[in-house]
């Protein structure tokens, strides 16, 4: 939920972005919006590596597991570039496209992962280990 509302505060602030006249606050804001997102998500997909790669082994094997790292890594490094551009002197327009494939991205990768998330965990691992679909702690 966490991240939800992070992807929608950021898509809000980018339909607002006037990439000729971006100032110094407003590209701080932008930078500081996404450097948060990084690290919710950063955590969030830890605990994804952490917790769920056993389920996902046993129920798909390591090919399952090799995608969730492969697009793992692809989210972290989209978001550390995207840090690293708003930290330049001026924001350009290739940030901003950045930024929008990743939030319709990662909602899509959300709306899958709450769909199938059933099907990779036994149905008695939500309730013993406390674990609830939509939330950023897990």
Request: charged share 35%; with cysteine.
């Amino acid at each position: 939920a966490l991240l939800r509302r992070m992807l929608d505060d950021l898509e809000r602030d980018l339909g607002q972005l006037n990439l000729e006249s971006v100032e110094a606050p407003t590209r701080n804001k932008l930078g500081d919006a996404i450097w948060k997102l990084f690290l919710a998500l950063d955590d969030h997909l830890g605990m994804e590596e952490r917790d769920l790669v056993p389920y996902l082994l046993e129920a798909g094997g390591p090919k399952a597991v090799e995608q969730l790292q492969d697009e793992h890594h692809e989210q972290r490094t989209v978001l550390l570039a995207m840090v690293h551009e708003c930290d330049a002197s001026s924001l350009t327009a290739r940030v901003v496209d950045d930024a929008r494939w990743l939030i319709e991205a990662l909602r899509r990768d959300m709306d899958r992962e709450d769909a199938e998330f059933d099907k990779v965990a036994p149905g008695t691992f939500l309730s013993q280990d406390g674990f609830v679909t939509d939330q950023c702690s897990g």
